[in-house]
T-cell receptor, first 113, second 112 residues
Framework: KAGVTQTPRYLIKTRGQQVTLSCSPI?????VSWYQQTPGQGLQFLFE???????NKGNFPGRFSGRQFSNSRSEMNVSTLELGDSALYLC????????????FGQGTRLTVV | QQQVKQSPQSLIVQKGGISIINCAYE??????FPWYQQFPGKGPALLIA?????SEKKEGRFTISFNKSAKQFSLHIMDSQPGDSATYFC???????????FGSGTQLTVLP
């Protein structure tokens, strides 16, 4: 079974630009969550999508948004990039329900210059 | 209320020794406590997880000990190996694995 696939793996953007990251979950997994990982703040929850609906949202500004498609693939978008948005963005998929494992992709390394 | 506190920040043990990482939480709504292992350049990988209705769970060399009254849980790695050298994160979530609150991470180095 293929794992969680995130594209692209690396990205360099300029301040003020916007960026879109993609996540393909494990086949059969309908829940996709996004996390931001930085050395200073650690791993922080961004948002979670299930059945094309945002179910939970972390404490991030509105510049961070996402969506989920009918095939469960998800994208996250960051608009008006700031230097502080440089981070590893991780996607995790799980089969909805209690006590279910979350499987992470390898992440997209975003650098804002 | 949402924070999970993890210690130590870094840990060095000899091969064959026991590695112990501790976490504490405040939110009593948390009811699923996984541990993740992360190697450089990789995403976190689930090691082992526990629910508060048990005090201990063991899988191979990895054991979670859980103290519900103290709101603390810990990861024990027995017979630590150099290949265990990685960053370990504890996490907690209410109800499912879909909104994890992570600890700050412990960088484990196992010396050969």
């Amino acid at each position: 079974k293929a794992g969680v696939t995130q594209t692209p793996r690396y990205l360099i953007k300029t301040r003020g630009q916007q960026v879109t990251l993609s996540c393909s979950p494990i086949s059969g997994h309908r829940s996709v969550s996004w996390y931001q990982q930085t050395p200073g703040q650690g791993l922080q929850f961004l948002f979670e999508y299930f059945s094309e609906t945002q179910r939970n949202k972390g404490n991030f500004p509105g510049r961070f948004s996402g969506r989920q498609f009918s095939n469960s693939r998800s994208e996250m978008n960051v608009s008006t990039l700031e230097l502080g948005d440089s981070a590893l963005y991780l996607c995790a998929s799980s089969y909805p329900g209690t006590m279910t494992e979350a499987f992470f992709g390898q992440g997209t390394r975003l650098t804002v210059v | 209320q949402q924070q999970v506190k993890q210690s130590p920040q870094s840990l060095i043990v000899q091969k064959g020794g026991i590695s112990i990482i501790n976490c504490a939480y405040e939110n009593t709504a948390f009811d699923y406590f996984p541990w993740y292992q992360q190697f450089p350049g990789k995403g976190p990988a689930l090691l082992i997880a526990i629910r508060p209705d048990v005090s201990e769970k063991k899988e191979g060399r990895f054991t979670i000990s859980f103290n519900k009254s103290a709101k603390q849980f810990s990861l024990h790695i027995m017979d630590s190996q150099p290949g265990d050298s990685a960053t370990y994160f504890c996490a907690a979530t209410p109800g499912s694995a879909r909104q994890l609150t992570f600890g700050s991470g412990t960088q484990l180095t196992v010396l050969p």
